[in-house]
Structure formats: structure tokens, C-alpha cells
């Protein structure tokens, strides 16, 4: 389908914007804003992971039933939206390691159906109209749900008294590459001038209201950036609004598991947890979640300091857990320092961002273990009882 105007916002291909039919000063713009994001996510990740931890502490301490806890679960709820907001930071900045699905994305639009229903209100008709090739793309399901739930409320804000919402899928192939293209169209009035040039740009709004961020169609941009993606905002020649999503067809392929087999931990052993953090408020917090779990701790300030803890023949180490972005030696130089030393090491790499292009790749084989900050507590118990066998 043709729109009469558009601006596509692109975010996964070489080819320019004004080619595209988008503005270069918009694209500026927008990887002016990629790079800043980024930076701020990474210092912002560090102190949520500290919230979240003593936040945790203090709740297994105190009656549930009780004021103290209620209040602790306001602050940790508090920490989890502000978590949610640091995560579209990195999907938008591009540092974010990205863990994709590879599946059929008309079983995404299915399975959400109901959920885009009541996005859309009881006014707001949504019909969906699916292809019947597979539409196999590598995307992060929760994500791209939510991306298309902010498509659903966006249209039933556009149609106050009520109205249609067509989503539609279709497999595409171009110049030798394949594409699967979702369609999202509304029949309310469609863009303004003024909106389709600044579409997906953050906290950018047409309603006026200050407690209205403007992160809808930007969420939508950044969710679709993650996956090697573009949007196209446009209005249709039939008339209201139409959101066009481009995801690169990819192919199925049956992985092998990474990281290598688990080494389980012998019965009656104390399983031993090196921490190198340079971020002495994550490293202490990471290391009480670990003591009081029964684990033996050693610390180190930086790549350096684990380095050389390691090649000492009488330290004991049975897990690595590493900050990637580390002054110096980062953490995947040494990580790739101890697998050739100690390969019955297992290392778990975490970061509140990264730009390590070797690493990311890692992550997506399946070849290294991955958290991202910012974390639970337990979340780390649990890749540490993942990768032990414990």
C-alpha cells in the first residue's frame, strides 16, 4: 500500500534516510540522542542494581504483613519502572546485548491478541490479518509485544470515539533479501505535518499534557533498532494512520547450547564466586547477595587485580562474575585470559552496557553467559546455580 507522506526512521540498513524518503537532520538527531542514552544507561544501570540489592536484603528481613515491607515494595516497583526506562535507553543507544528469539511473529501477534485488544479500549475495533508463510525474525518476544501495544494505545488515543485498527503481515523479498513486513493502520485522521517529522522522537508529544512522555512510537523505534529493523510512520491513501515495521527474515536454525556444559559442584563444597566489579557500591552489594547464599567471595577491583588472583595456583575459583566496560583489562579480555588458563572456570559477564562486538555475538550463539544490569539478587543466584550445576 502507498501513503500519501512518510518518514521512515531507519535503523538497521546503510542506505540514507533522504534515499528512504526520511530527513537526514531527523537522523542526526537520533544518533546524537543513541550516543547520549547509551551513556547515561550505563552509570544509571549500576545504581539500580544497587537499589535492587539492598532493596532485596531489607525485604527478607522484615514482616510481610508489615508497613516497613509495603513501602520497600513501592521502592522496588519504583526501581523496576525506572529499570524499564534504562532498558529502551540501551535498545535506542544500541548497547544492549541483545538475546533474540528466532520465531514466527504472526504467533507473537496471536498469542498478544487479547493483550492489543485491551490496549486498543472498547470503542476500537483491532482485526488481524494474517499471511500464511512463516514469518520468521529474531526478536525479543516481551519487546516486541510491548511495541506493538504502544501501536494499539497510540490508535485508540487518535480515535477517541472509537474506530478500526488493521494489523496485517506479509512476507517480502527485495533485491535478494527477505523482509517481514507488519502493517498497523487506524481510520482515525492520521499524521499532522508537524508529527510525521518528528514521529519517534523521545518525549515528543501532540497532546500537551507534561505527564504525557511522548516513549510510545519512540519505544517502537527503539524495540525495532534492537532488531536490525526500521519503522515507516505514514498516512494511508484511504485515510487515518498507518505504522509500517520491516524485520530481516531469518532463517531457522537449531543452536547449539553455549557457554559450555555446566561443571556441577562437588556435595559438600563451598562453591567459590571471584567478583570483579570497578564499582566498589555493585561489587559490595554483589558480594553480600553472594554470603548470604553460602558462597565463598574473592574481589577484585578490576581486570588486573582478577588476572593476577587467578594465576596464583592456591586461589580457589569456581565462577567469574565480570563487569565487561572495566578501565584497563575489561572484563571479556579476561574472560578470554582464564578460559585458555582455567578452562574448568565458567564465567558469567554482566554490563550495563557494551559495545563488544565479540561479546555480543558470544551472547547471541549461546557461547557466553549474559546478565544484564541492572539485576536481582536472585536472578544472579540463579545464573551462578546455571552455570555450576549446584
Not at 335 to 357: K, Q
Amino acid at each position: 500500500m502507498k501513503t500519501e507522506e512518510q518518514a521512515v526512521w531507519k535503523v538497521g540498513r546503510e542506505k540514507s534516510e533522504r534515499e528512504q524518503g526520511g530527513g537526514g537532520r531527523s537522523a542526526d538527531t537520533m544518533r546524537a540522542l543513541a550516543r547520549f542514552a547509551a551513556g547515561v544507561a550505563h552509570d544509571f544501570n549500576n545504581v539500580l542494581t544497587v537499589i535492587f540489592g539492598y532493596t532485596d536484603f531489607l525485604m527478607e528481613r522484615v514482616h510481610r504483613e508489615g508497613v516497613l515491607y509495603a513501602q520497600l515494595e513501592e521502592i522496588k516497583e519504583a526501581a523496576q519502572r525506572a529499570a524499564g526506562l534504562t532498558r529502551l535507553l540501551m535498545m535506542f543507544g544500541g548497547e544492549r546485548v541483545f538475546e533474540p528469539v528466532v520465531m514466527n511473529v504472526n504467533g507473537v501477534l496471536s498469542t498478544c491478541e487479547g493483550r492489543l485488544r485491551a490496549a486498543a479500549g472498547e470503542r476500537v475495533r483491532v482485526e488481524l490479518e494474517l499471511c500464511k508463510e512463516r514469518c520468521v525474525a529474531a526478536v525479543d518476544p516481551y519487546e516486541f509485544e510491548e511495541a506493538l501495544i504502544c501501536l494499539a494505545m497510540n490508535a485508540r488515543e487518535a480515535m477517541p470515539e472509537g474506530g478500526r485498527v488493521m494489523i496485517t503481515t506479509e512476507l517480502r523479498e527485495e533485491e535478494g533479501r527477505k523482509e517481514v513486513i507488519v502493517r498497523v493502520r487506524d481510520s482515525g485522521t492520521g499524521f499532522s505535518a508537524e508529527a510525521l517529522a518528528h514521529a519517534c522522537e523521545p518525549f515528543f508529544s501532540t497532546k500537551g499534557d507534561v505527564r504525557n512522555q511522548g516513549l510510545g512510537l519512540f519505544r517502537v523505534y527503539a524495540v525495532m533498532r534492537q532488531c536490525g529493523g526500521w519503522v515507516r510512520c505514514g498516512n494511508h491513501e484511504q485515510g487515518g494512520a498507518e505504522v509500517v515495521l520491516g524485520l530481516p527474515y531469518a532463517e531457522v536454525r537449531r543452536e547449539r547450547g553455549g557457554g559450555g556444559r555446566p561443571v556441577p559442584a562437588t556435595a559438600g563444597e563451598k562453591v567459590t564466586v571471584m567478583v570483579v566489579e570497578d564499582d566498589e557500591r555493585v561489587r559490595t552489594v554483589l558480594r553480600e547477595a553472594l554470603l548470604i547464599k553460602g558462597y565463598e567471595v574473592v574481589e577484585a577491583k578490576d581486570g588486573e587485580e582478577a588476572w593476577r588472583l587467578i594465576k596464583e595456583a592456591n586461589q580457589q575459583v569456581d565462577v567469574v562474575l565480570t563487569d565487561v566496560a572495566m578501565p584497563g583489562m575489561d572484563g571479556h579480555e579476561l574472560g578470554a585470559r582464564v578460559a585458555e588458563l582455567r578452562p574448568e572456570v565458567r564465567i558469567i559477564y554482566m554490563s550495563g552496557f557494551t559495545d563488544d562486538a565479540t561479546l555480543r555475538s558470544s551472547v547471541l550463539t549461546r557461547r557466553a553467559v549474559f546478565l544484564q544490569k541492572p539485576f536481582m539478587p536472585q536472578q544472579l543466584i540463579e545464573r551462578i546455580r546455571e552455570v555450576t550445576g549446584a
